[in-house]
């Protein structure tokens, strides 16, 4: 077998860390009679009260992909369907429509986006996506603009700074190979009092994704989509919640859902007072 990547040992050592005892054997996969416990740890306590190392973790290493070839090929041809349970999709609307309820109108930027982007019918302002194939950008009837954008060959986002209450990222972060340069871009397009949304699922292109995601579980998915906004700076502490929609067991912080759905959210500090 392959051996475990330093950052990879890293992140089991900092959740092992941060959660309560009875729930460790879980988290490392070393209990074999969890199934019959009940899980005292869940997506939300991964960001609860997290152990950051000093520096930024992760090398470039962690980064490489199966295929190398270039991205621009890979998505060239348009993909009209859903990557996750449809199921999942609704739950991940429905809280979309929760959270913008938290802005008048939210200004909302949409990153690796397709023909659709799982925003609410109603409740948003100015909606623009920002993905890799035109075909499927211009069939996306939820946004009001749309950019043809490679983050992984250059992750500047072309817009100025503080022009959108929400950035959302459905299931595509683990395809970004400069994910802290795409967090710190994101934080400097937020208005203050904004907030990123970035959905994960247990689903992916196994040949893009990149190695840290391929060797991690969905507890440390968890955790290394907290350490890019942390690392960026500029982002309140990132916390994390589960909207699956279905209930399913848990084996070694693999959750066994087939419509399996969390959400990383990182906000903007408010303005204070002048």
């Known amino acids: 077998g392959t051996l475990p990547s330093v950052s990879h040992t890293m992140l089991v050592t900092c959740l092992v860390t941060l959660l309560p005892r009875a729930s460790r054997a879980f988290v490392t996969g070393t209990g074999r009679r969890m199934e019959s416990a009940r899980r005292a740890v869940g997506v939300a306590d991964v960001l609860a009260s997290p152990q950051w190392p000093a520096a930024w973790p992760f090398s470039a290493a962690d980064f490489a992909r199966e295929d190398e070839s270039e991205d621009a090929a890979f998505y060239s041809f348009p993909r009209f369907c859903y990557h996750i349970d449809d199921r999942a999709v609704g739950a991940l609307t429905a809280h979309y429509e929760t ?18 982007s799982h925003f609410p019918e109603a409740g948003r302002g100015r909606s623009v996506a920002l993905g890799m194939n035109e075909a ?57 009092g904004g907030a990123a949304l970035f959905a994960l699922s247990n689903r992916c292109f196994p040949t893009k994704a990149v190695r840290i995601w391929l060797r991690t579980n969905d507890l440390e998915h968890v955790f290394v989509t907290g350490a890019f906004f942390h690392y960026a700076g ?37 303005e204070g007072p002048v």
Do not use: M
């Not at 954008?149 to 072309?158: G, Y």
């Not at 589960?242 to 759905?261: D, F, H, K, M, R």
């Open 136 to 192: 499927e950008l211009k069939e996306n009837r939820q946004v009001d603009e749309y950019v043809v954008k490679d983050l992984n060959a250059d992750p500047r986002l072309p817009f100025g700074d503080d022009e959108f209450d929400v950035v959302t990222c459905a299931v595509s972060i683990d395809y970004l190979t400069r994910p802290l340069e795409v967090c710190r871009e994101v934080r400097r397009v937020l208005r203050p």
């Open 99 to 116: 959270v913008f309820r938290e802005w008048e109108e939210p200004a909302v930027l949409d990153l690796c986006a397709s023909h659709v």
């Open 234 to 270: 500029g982002f309140e502490p990132p916390r994390a919640t589960e909207i699956s929609p279905l209930e399913a067991p848990w084996v070694g912080g693999t959750s066994q859902n087939v419509a399996y759905l969390a959400v990383v959210r990182a906000d903007v500090a408010k």
